[in-house]
């Protein structure tokens, strides 16, 4: 089992910054793909980015590619992704995401999931 807790999170304005993080415990694997997911209200949970623990290969949707940057800390075990230039569109409830399978796109690619922090842009 693999426990994933995000933090960070909260209200910003359209253009700014923030940061969330995604700490990983129990059975870690270098084998993993990190992901986040994100789901807005009345919509479905869809990719955001990805990264694979070995080699660093990263992953993004179109939507946020050039103001996402998702990255790892080995050390504390742990994934983060800063955003910036945020739009209101990106408000959502940001999700952590392990696994190994492919695509690193799809939902069913990940095995383990956070329980989520809330992302809230204002215009």
């Known amino acids: 089992q693999v426990q994933l807790v995000e933090s960070g999170g909260g209200l910003v304005q359209a253009g700014g910054s923030m940061s969330v993080s995604c700490a990983a415990s129990?059975?870690?694997?270098?084998?993993?793909?990190m992901a986040w997911f994100r789901q807005a209200p009345g919509k479905e949970r869809e990719f955001v980015a990805a990264?694979?623990?070995?080699?660093?290969?990263?992953y993004y949707a179109d939507s946020v590619k050039g103001r996402f940057t998702i990255s790892t800390d080995s050390t504390k075990v742990t994934v983060y992704l800063q955003m910036r230039s945020l739009k209101p569109e990106d408000t959502a409830v940001y999700y952590c995401?392990?696994?190994?399978?492919?695509?690193?796109?799809?939902?069913?690619?990940?095995?383990?999931w956070g329980q989520g922090t809330q992302v809230t842009v204002s215009s």
């Open positions: 995401a392990a696994g190994f399978r492919n695509p690193e796109v799809a939902e069913s690619s990940y095995d383990y």
């Open positions: 129990g059975r870690t694997s270098s084998s993993y793909v």
């Open positions: 990264v694979r623990w070995s080699g660093g290969m990263t």
